[in-house]
């Protein structure tokens, strides 16, 4: 959870920094997100493929490796602590 509030906090200081400088983001906010998204979602379009050509198990890929890199860590998760 701690990583989340300092992501925010420096989200907020950056976004303080751009309004007193008269400075616009260079995309607006969705855009943004919904492009490091897609961005971390093709990084495992590769690994996902491979293992599906190969006959591997590629649900409990997904829900292991995919779902730390996509989510992180996610508050609230003892087995990953």
């Known amino acids: 959870m701690k990583l989340y509030l300092l992501s925010l906090g ?3 200081l950056v976004g303080v920094v751009y309004s007193l400088l008269g400075v616009r983001s260079p ?3 969705i855009i ?3 492009g490091l998204l897609g961005i971390l ?11 599906a050509m190969q006959g591997q198990d590629v649900a409990c ?8 890199h996509v ?6 998760n ?3 602590n």
């Not at 989510?71 to 609230?76: E, M, R, V």
Request: proline share 14%; net charge positive.
């Open 32 to 34: 943004a997100l919904v």
């Open 41 to 51: 979602a093709g990084e495992q379009v590769v690994p996902i493929a491979r293992r």
């Open 61 to 68: 890929y997904l829900r292991g490796n995919c779902a730390d």
């Open 10 to 12: 420096a989200g907020l």
């Open 78 to 80: 003892p087995d990953k």
């Open 27 to 29: 995309a607006p906010p």
């Open 71 to 76: 989510l992180g860590q996610l508050p609230g």
